[in-house]
Nanobody, 122 residues
């Protein structure tokens, strides 16, 4: 499975961005997909995940960020609204092809994209 993340950039606080992650594989609809982020000097942290129909979010992003998927396009999205400077990080998408449970730990994912930088200015 190969993952290609895109959509990062520089945005002012309060603005929005939509990240995309395109995946290879014929059974994408069965993958559990997650988004994580890592700021300089910090550990990689969970942002959101989606299984067949269930979503899960980190408390810090609830109400501001929405994860969704388009199985016809083999793509998962992360719509980020009301962005804050503390959202600044490299954002990574990840996939698990072995379970249907929504996962929130980095070591539960088998495949990772290359990351896309999100910078929120104050």
């Amino acid at each position: 499975v190969q993952l290609q993340a895109s959509g990062g950039g520089l945005v002012q606080a309060g603005g929005s961005l939509r990240l995309s992650c395109a995946a290879s594989g014929r059974t994408f609809s069965s993958y559990v997909m997650g988004w994580f982020r890592q700021a300089p000097g910090k550990e990689r942290e969970f942002v959101a995940a989606i299984s067949l129909s269930i979503t899960k979010y980190a408390d810090s992003v609830k109400g501001r960020i929405t994860i969704s998927r388009d199985n016809a396009k083999n793509t998962v999205y992360l719509q980020m609204n009301s962005l804050k400077p503390e959202d600044t990080a490299v954002y990574y998408c990840a996939a698990n092809t072995r379970t249907y449970r929504v996962l929130d730990k980095p070591n539960e994912y088998d495949y990772w994209g290359q990351g896309t930088q999100v910078t929120v200015s104050s």
